[in-house]
């Protein structure tokens, strides 16, 4: 295994948005809805997720107050299609009761809290861990923080750019530490992200542009937004579980030899 030094990660960024370009994650049209997305996608596919969405959205409960406001049965013969649905009902119900008594039902007054006191909170909360936290904290409240998922170490695993076993806080920092240059702040001479990404092809694992994804944010979340998307791209795409397609892949240039 090599130290991943950061310049191999801005090379991977730059690699993947000129071949991708953006990738608008996260498909929501709402921060609630990035919220209930985040908690639903927990052990199963998007696809499943955004038939569970599709299901509160018809019943017009796709809100804080619906949520409040339905009974933990019916909420869990909605979101059925996601999987592990009663743990995933009583998990949105902690959420929103959370919600009203630390802050006053209020997502905006949620979302103010600095970065590190409100990923403290969510942490806390019954069935959230790091990836849903940072989710909720970056997809939903621009908070500038990097999502790590199976498919981010699974590509640097086979990078030899992490130990197995690496912690999630570890790959967390290597990131951020790396990819906030892109935005502006380090004197790196990159061009900001934000900036760059006029090109807009529906590839990788590419959504529609929704209100969420186009809402205004800062160069470092915009980066931080993409990285994660462009990954999520090379995972389902080339870089499966239990196949690699190397040969298509756009990072295949960085395979180290020995691969
Ligand atoms: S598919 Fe191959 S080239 Fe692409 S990320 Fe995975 S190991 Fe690397």
Known sequence: ???????????????????????????????????????????????????????????????????RRTPVR??????????????????LKTFVRFLDERHGGSLTRMFAQPTEKLRRELLALN????????????????????????????????????APGASYEEIRELFELALSPLAGEGGDSQPAPAAAATISRPRGSSHSPSRMSTAERTARVQVF???????????????????????????QKYLPEES
């Open 1 to 67: 295994m090599t130290d991943p030094r950061p310049d191999q990660i801005r090379a991977y960024y730059h690699t993947l948005f000129s071949t991708w370009g953006r990738q608008h994650w996260w498909p929501a049209h709402s921060r609630f809805e990035v919220v209930a997305g985040a908690y639903l996608t927990q052990n199963t596919s998007w696809t499943n997720v955004e038939l569970a969405l599709r299901s509160l959205r018809a019943a017009k409960l796709l809100s804080v107050a619906g949520i």
């Open 74 to 91: 019916k909420l869990e013969k909605l979101i059925r299609s996601a999987g592990y649905f009663r743990q995933k009902a009583r998990r």
């Open 127 to 162: 069935g959230i861990g790091p990836e849903t936290a940072d989710s909720i904290l970056l997809y939903g409240g621009n908070h500038p923080i990097f999502v790590v998922d199976a498919y981010t170490r699974r590509v640097l695993e086979r990078h030899h750019m992490i």
């Open 225 to 251: 937004n993409e990285m994660h998307g462009l990954l999520v791209g090379v995972g389902k795409n080339f870089c499966q579980k239990s196949q690699m397609r190397c040969e298509l892949c756009p990072l």
